[in-house]
């Protein structure tokens, strides 16, 4: 959530150099993209550039996502092809609309992230059956014919039409090919210059200056006038039919968007330069569901959000939302002024852009990933039902050997009994289950009393029959003078269950200082600490000792300094998911920064500050204040008196925020819209932006700024919510981060 006191007026409007160059970068590969879809679908080629404006003027402003570019895409080609030819052009505008709204629905009811669920398998499989399809009807484009309506026939067809060969098509398309392989190859610093160029682009101009040039005669791009354009009309057709229209593109849409959205993410996350706030996925639906309305009723093809803009956006330096939208505005300016130019482009140069994006979709990563997580049978079933019956029932065949495949191997569990050197050992290969508790205890049972015994489990699941089973048996045989000890597949030891003093308590709940039924007779203190120390030898040290081992001989290389309270309630690594070595943690009462050279001022802070920035190289300080701030309490019920013990001698530092607060030219900060709950509160939100003020007069934090090598984060945790809060540089408000709350066990 962002919070902003802003202390000078805000520029409504702003555009950077880096989002210009991106977006002139993003449009000139949207723009024969645009074209060479809406020729692979059958619609009216100006449908593809309404549909490329749209998705970067409606979806770029409203979408959840910034940097994801929306429009045509190749994901949906299939789907609008048969849908036209089923229903006509108007009605498939109409059913567009209704996608749309489907897509708000389906919002507003804030289950974007349930379509994550989806197995990549049977995206990467839906992806490279739709990419097949793709290629094999362009293909007759290429060779100067014209694609059927299916593949079957397309492949039926193919010989016949490499018999009827069109040899100024074909060179054409040739030559197209040839410029979008060696494009991004040519080496040197001519190289380096002409790959400003997309190869998009480049292959499409090459094509058609060649065959302007030359006075060929061949199909070309033909854009009707505007007053032409034919719009969304009335839906006509059998009302089940058009549900399941609708249904489709919905769910084939929005899960290639989302996907494209969590793919940007990764990709800005990995790039330098400045951050980018992380993609919300129902707002992003949302901002699909409208362009879609919009596409569809301006008689445009349906809209995703398309990977490969999406990633050249990235690639270009994009920095905001403004990229996409400008990416808009240029197909729209193309669109009415550069009719003259598209109408020379030849329709066989858009089939070889078009049939080469259809082969890229059946990408080789994606086949080695699926390979390697044992998901081929899903990923081949779902590429050739995609293929060969639709792409509804692609991902519905994709889904049931999906199921299939998850309940076999559930099933199918190994389990063998050996004895070497003494040492009786069980192994258990596969998910351990209900179903394989009569063959794990036979197994059990053949181990002698008395025994030394091993029991390796290789598996990542074990439900609470199995688990009951091996621990009863585990009592059992140890009740009966042998050793039982449960290891993995490598010889690690599997932690015991807890005591039955702590029988309820669940891995977390050490945050919790173990608040749960204790017995009457409770330990000491000391003795917890004792207790907690040695649980810690002998579950978590095994699994990070080799990590604390090479930080060891490296030393730390923390990539933030985190300031924050000393307040025993907040867990620095728990709340922001980090590990040894991550944060630089300064911890003091109130989370406060003195200012350099104040009298009682504490060095201690600053040396952190000088030792984390010119030392340690820190990219970025994060100041941190929390709900219920005892300091923050103390600063407004403080007498005006002097109280000189060392605590309220410390507070000094803070009275800049009430002063903050209190003063007429700054606004108050607010949470995710809503006014803070109290004072106490205000002045904890107050506290963290007087904080980075502070931060901001330390000599080394100053340097850092300007030379850009440093930046300042504010944060907020409410301690009730278990809910993080980032301050935002322009919006006034404290926004919401990964709002994944702590779960009671």
């Known amino acids: 959530m962002s919070a902003c006191v802003p202390t000078r007026p805000r520029k409504r409007f702003r555009i ?21 879809i809406a020729l692979a679908t059958g619609a009216p080629l100006q449908a593809g550039l309404v549909a490329a404006a749209v998705g970067g003027l409606v979806a770029g402003r409203f979408g959840g996502a910034p940097l994801q570019v ?174 399941a229209a609708v249904l489709t593109i919905t769910l084939v849409g929005s899960v290639e968007s989302l996907l494209s959205a969590v793919a940007v993410d990764k990709l800005a996350t990995a790039r330098k330069g400045p951050p980018v706030p992380r993609a919300n996925l129902d707002k992003e639906l949302r901002g699909q569901g409208a362009a879609n309305i919009v596409s569809g009723a301006l008689g445009g093809l349906p809209i995703t959000g398309v990977a490969v803009r999406s990633a050249a956006n990235v690639r270009a330096g994009g920095v905001s939302r403004n990229s996409t939208m400008l990416h808009g505005l240029w197909i729209v300016v193309a669109a009415l002024l550069l009719v003259p130019v598209l109408d020379l482009i030849p329709l066989a140069a858009l089939a070889a852009l078009v049939m080469a994006v259809g082969v890229q979709m059946v990408s080789l990563t994606h086949i080695r990933t699926v390979t390697r997580h044992r998901e081929v049978l899903v990923y081949t079933a779902t590429t050739l039902a995609v293929v060969f019956l639709g792409v509804l029932e692609g991902v519905a065949i994709g889904v049931a050997v999906a199921v299939a495949v998850a309940l076999h191997r559930l099933a199918r569990t190994r389990i063998t009994y050996t004895e070497r050197n003494g040492i009786h050992q069980v192994r258990v290969r596969g998910q351990l289950t209900f179903l394989a508790v009569p063959r794990l205890s036979r197994s059990l049972h053949l181990v002698p009393q008395g025994s030394d015994a091993v029991v390796e489990l290789d598996g990542s699941f074990m439900d609470h029959a199995a688990y009951e089973t091996l621990q009863d048996w585990q009592a059992a045989h140890t009740a009966r003078g042998g050793t039982a000890e449960l290891t993995g597949r490598s010889g690690a030891r599997i932690a015991e269950p807890a005591s039955g003093s702590h029988t309820c308590c669940r891995p977390w709940t050490p945050w919790r200082n173990h608040r749960c039924d204790r017995p009457a007779e409770a330990p000491q203190r000391g003795h917890q600490l004792a207790s907690g120390i040695g649980a810690f030898q002998r579950d978590t040290a095994p699994l990070v000792r080799r990590e604390l081992a090479r930080l060891a001989i490296e030393g730390q290389r923390p990539s933030q300094l985190f300031l924050t309270c000393a307040d025993s309630r907040l867990v620095t690594s728990m709340i922001t998911s980090s590990g040894p070595g991550d944060l630089f943690v300064v911890r003091n009462v109130g989370n406060l920064v003195p200012l350099p050279g104040q009298e009682s001022g504490d060095d201690s802070v600053a040396a952190a500050i000088e030792y984390a920035v010119d030392v340690l190289k820190v990219e970025s300080i994060t100041v941190c204040g929390h709900s219920g701030c005892g300091a923050m309490q103390a600063l407004l019920n403080s007498p005006s008196g002097v109280d000189q013990t060392p605590l309220r001698r410390w507070l000094r530092h803070g009275v800049p925020s009430l002063e903050r607060m209190a003063s007429h030219n700054h606004s108050w900060a607010r949470i995710a819209g809503r006014a803070p709950a109290d004072a106490v509160e205000q002045l904890c939100l107050t506290n963290v932006v007087q904080q980075l003020e502070h931060l901001r007069s330390h000599p080394a934090v100053t340097y850092g700024l300007a030379q850009g090598t440093l930046q300042l984060h504010g944060m907020y945790f409410h301690v009730g919510e278990a809910q993080a809060y980032l301050l935002a540089d322009c919006d006034r408000l404290f926004d919401r981060v990964a709002p994944t709350a702590l779960e009671r066990a």
């Open 16 to 36: 950077s150099g880096a989002d210009l160059s991106a977006s002139i970068a993003v449009f000139l590969i949207a723009l024969p993209l645009s074209l060479g």
């Open 70 to 243: 929306s429009g045509p895409a190749a994901g949906l080609t299939v789907i609008t092809a048969d849908l036209i030819q089923h229903y006509g052009w108007r009605t498939t505008c109409a059913l567009t609309v209704l996608a749309g709204l489907a897509q708000l629905a389906l919002a507003f009811l804030r289950v974007a992230r349930s379509a994550l669920a989806v197995s990549p398998a049977i995206v990467h499989g839906m992806l490279a059956g739709i990419g097949v399809t793709i290629a094999v009807a362009q293909l007759h484009i290429v060779l100067g014919g014209n694609p059927h309506s299916s593949v079957t026939d397309n492949l039926r067809e193919l010989p016949a039409q490499l018999a009827d060969l069109h040899p100024v098509a074909l060179s054409m398309s040739a030559l197209t090919l040839l410029v979008l392989l060696a494009w991004p190859r040519i080496p040197g610093r001519v190289g380096r210059a002409v790959r400003k160029v997309p190869a998009p682009l480049a292959a499409v101009a090459a094509a058609t200056a060649v065959a302007a040039a030359a006075g060929l005669r061949l199909p070309r791009v033909e854009l009707p006038s505007w007053q032409s354009h034919a719009l969304a009309g009335l839906p006509e057709g059998p009302v089940l039919g058009l549900i």
